[in-house]
């Protein structure tokens, strides 16, 4: 019995070394990696957006007599070098403005509950710079068309001032805001000829940091933080650019 069963044993460990022993075949997924923007290229682009709106005596469902004249400004450049075949690094900087002037709301929820805000002015501006990392797929052959991922880290700092007449006293609050931001995004590039391509992306993943201070009536003094991570895709929310290579 004792022989029969370290005759097996040994069977058993001469089968597992074989099997060990024999190659392992190598797993072919057809991924075959080629040059889109070769090393050394370097990337310069900007994008631009301007909003303007105005609204008079303006009504919809529980808001009435809206009186309001405002605009939101942004720019944002960027440059990046291509330290190896497909993979760029670079940086973003980037100014954003808005101005708002509220002569009028009300709100109307029900028989007894109105709401009104006379004279809401709010001004508030920010900087941001960014540092990035993007990689770059061509789709199938093409040498116009290719998708790219970019890598970001994002610290913006911005103030704001708003003042209101609330129960005929002045209020006015000025506010400085802090705000850090890694994120994740993915996006398409079509070459319009060999230098000058447009680009179009959407945040997908992003891990926020922020944190305000406000003071209010140069007097009270108040803080808020928060923090949170996300996973959307709004499609109502894609950026449009411009890029230039050389």
Same mark, same amino acid.
């Given at each position: 019995?004792?022989?029969?069963?370290?005759?097996?044993?040994?069977?058993?460990?001469?089968?597992?070394?074989?099997?060990?022993?024999?190659?392992?075949?190598?797993?072919?997924?057809?991924?075959?990696?080629?040059? /889109?923007?070769?090393?050394?290229?370097?990337?310069?682009?900007?994008? /631009?957006?301007?909003?303007?709106?105005?609204?008079?005596?303006?009504?919809?469902?529980?808001?009435?007599?809206?009186?309001?004249?405002?605009?939101?400004?942004?720019?944002?450049?960027?440059?990046?070098?291509?330290?190896?075949?497909?993979?760029?690094?670079?940086?973003?900087?980037?100014?954003?403005?808005?101005?708002?002037?509220?002569?009028?709301?009300?709100?109307?929820?029900?028989?007894?509950?109105?709401?009104?805000?006379?004279?809401?002015?709010?001004?508030?501006?920010? %900087?941001?710079?960014?540092?990035?990392?993007?990689?770059?797929?061509?789709?199938?052959?093409?040498?116009?068309?290719?998708?790219?991922?970019?890598?970001?880290?994002?610290?913006?700092?911005?103030?704001?001032?708003?003042?209101?007449?609330?129960?005929?006293?002045?209020?006015?609050?000025?506010?400085?805001?802090?705000?850090?931001?890694?994120?994740?995004?993915?996006?398409?590039?079509? %070459?319009?000829?060999?230098?000058?391509?447009?680009?179009?992306?959407?945040?997908?993943?992003?891990?926020?940091?922020?944190?305000?201070?406000?003071?209010?009536?140069?007097?009270?003094?108040?803080?808020?933080?928060?923090?949170?991570?996300?996973?959307?895709?709004?499609?109502?929310?894609?950026?449009?650019?411009?890029?230039?290579? /050389?």
């Amino acid at each position: 019995m004792r022989k029969t069963t370290i005759l097996a044993a040994l069977l058993l460990g001469c089968c597992l070394m074989s099997v060990s022993a024999a190659p392992r075949e190598k797993i072919d997924r057809g991924i075959e990696q080629k040059t /889109f923007i070769p090393k050394g290229q370097w990337m310069a682009g900007a994008s /631009f957006s301007y909003l303007e709106y105005e609204a008079d005596n303006y009504q919809w469902i529980v808001l009435e007599d809206l009186d309001l004249v405002g605009y939101s400004f942004k720019v944002s450049p960027t440059v990046a070098y291509f330290i190896r075949d497909n993979i760029a690094v670079g940086g973003r900087v980037g100014y954003s403005r808005t101005l708002t002037d509220l002569g009028k709301l009300s709100l109307s929820l029900g028989d007894d509950l109105n709401i009104d805000i006379d004279e809401l002015h709010m001004k508030n501006h920010s %900087f941001l710079t960014t540092a990035f990392v993007r990689t770059y797929l061509n789709l199938g052959n093409s040498k116009r068309f290719g998708l790219f991922n970019e890598m970001s880290v994002t610290y913006s700092y911005g103030q704001g001032n708003s003042t209101n007449q609330l129960r005929d006293e002045p209020k006015a609050v000025h506010e400085t805001k802090n705000a850090l931001n890694f994120g994740v995004t993915p996006g398409l590039v079509c %070459f319009i000829n060999d230098y000058i391509a447009v680009e179009a992306s959407v945040d997908v993943l992003g891990l926020d940091f922020k944190w305000n201070k406000q003071t209010i009536n140069q007097v009270e003094e108040a803080s808020w933080r928060s923090s949170g991570a996300n996973f959307k895709i709004n499609l109502f929310s894609i950026n449009l650019g411009m890029a230039f290579y /050389f």
